[in-house]
């Protein structure tokens, strides 16, 4: 999950391609790198760590051509050290890659037998040996590529540059996404569009098994068996996003408190307001019919898919089948061809997931998608997409989407109820009635538990390890809430069902490891508060997240009690994530952590 770009221009592309890569930095930032072609030779700079350092080594030693490509990384192979970083230069052959090739160990051994020096630890510079190889071979530049391409197995977005062709870029796809983009003179290609959004906003993607020829004046795409193939141009809606942290120290920070508007942008599409009704949703799954539903995603995305288990199952009377994408792949699940599966991800990229809606799309299941970018991989492989409308999120650590996420599922499951006849029009208009208190609900929420969240989380900052507890839809939040502090602040933080406390983590209760509670004032209130006295017998000390009701139920002593509105429990996880995320980012803060970029993570994992 690193993220390529490339420009074929007609005036210096160093500069530009730096500033591209700052676009795709949420896909890693161990390091980066950039080449290009000066007089005939290939020349790069590269630098370890953040993209500042790579700029902070061009300052010094500048980089002149009009042709390049450039890479941020997220190491998968080999040590992120400058050695290891992209473009990987072999005998005039440079090559930047995302993605994992998965016979790299065969091929470099075969090559090595074969006479090849390698350089680096990783396993894309087998992909520069073997075009050099080719080369050496007598192969032409293209010949060398499609015979390379037959011979690499695994994911992969590549841009490759020959030093003897000043004009041209070459491309391939097979899992990780790659977008090329057309401009005046010049072209332009990148993992997003978003990352080419300062240059053009006509792109085409490529399609797995798609590799492709960039002169100055447009590109020829080809298929496997080097047939030519058109891909369509798209006009793309990514310039439209200002990518900017407005008044606030972090991007995290800015998305948090984006949250009501992304909200109604949401539930604007879902819900019609006058009539407190959901809007049919669009073609392709039929919720009164299938028999089932099978959910799957990773990371947080899962844990949203999660708090929508729960919802499909009560409101629709829909079993769910869910599990994380890396083990929903590989299951062997028996699955119902008469079903639908949900794929929930932000990027609608990541690769385990999109590994797991193939595998239900081969068992003829009907596909929805649950993601941020339209034109990814997961939308457009699916029957049905359903927006989540978030903007774009930076920050790695998922907040806007996940609440986004909660709401279209909230709006899926309502609507499935209704399909299947087990709400009733009435349950319909009081549950919408909720749904759309949510964005005034939130703000004011924001507005007003900033104080006491940060004298938490100082508190919090101190601690080596915390659990998490919650019932119901609160259980997934509970694990939200763990994932998050965990992400971030770098504290060691584990979220449990509040009934399975006495069936292990009980042992590790004392006054150093904090219990944070969630538990509106719900069915369940009364068995969490059981558990809370467990707690509480034992010198944990708790942290309680609750509302005004149980605040006043529940006469523990608690080490801080936070206080949200009474809301209804559809409402609630999207309410009850303003104070989980509020707490991991001040506690991050505290810590003096890398928040919109914490150590050995990425936004969009584009590898198994
Ligand atoms: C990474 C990110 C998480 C995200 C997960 C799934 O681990 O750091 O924030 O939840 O990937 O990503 P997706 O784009 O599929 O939602």
Partial sequence: MCGIVGIVGNQPVAGRLVDALKRLEYRGYDSAGVATIVDGALARRRAEGKLFNLEKRLAEEPLAGTIGIAHTRWATHGAPTEGNAHPHFVDGVAVVHNGIIENFS???????ADGATFSTQTDTEVVAQLLAKYRRDGLG????????????????????????????????????PLAIGHGHGEMFLGSDAIALAPFTNEISYLVDGDWAILGRDGAHIFDMDGNRVERPKQVSSAAAYLIDKGNHRHFMEKEIHEQPEAISHALGHYVDFLEH???????????????????????????????GKYWFERYARLPVEIDVASEFRYREIPLNPESAALFISQSGETADTL????YCKEHGLKIGAVVNTRESS?????????????????????TKAFTCQLTVLAALAIGAGKARGTLTAADEKALVRHLAEMPRVMAGVLNTIQPSIEQLARDLSKCKDVLYLGRGTSYPLAMEGALKLKEISYIHAEGYAAGELKHGPIALIDENMPVIVIAPHDRFFEKTVSNMQEVAARGGRIIFITDAKGAAASKLETMATIVLPDVDEVIAPMIYSLPIQLLAYHTAVFMGTDVDQPRNLAKSVTVE
Avoid at 106 to 112: G, M, R, T
Avoid at 355 to 358: D, T
């Fill in 378 to 398: 997961i939308a457009r492989e699916s029957d049905a997409v359903f927006p989540i409308l978030a903007g774009p999120e930076i920050g790695v650590a998922s």
């Fill in 277 to 307: 009704a959901v809007r049919p949703v669009a073609g392709g799954i039929d919720f009164a019919k299938v028999p089932s539903l099978a959910i799957s995603a990773c990371g947080t995305a899962y844990l949203a898919g999660l708090v």
């Fill in 355 to 358: 590994a797991s809606l193939r």
């Fill in 106 to 112: 065969e091929l470099k051994d075969e090559l090595i």
């Fill in 141 to 176: 530049r293209r010949e060398a590529m499609h015979a390379m391409l037959r011979r690499v197995t695994g994911a992969y977005a590549l841009a490759v540059i020959f030093a003897d062709d000043p004009s041209t870029i070459m491309a391939a796809r097979s899992g990780p």
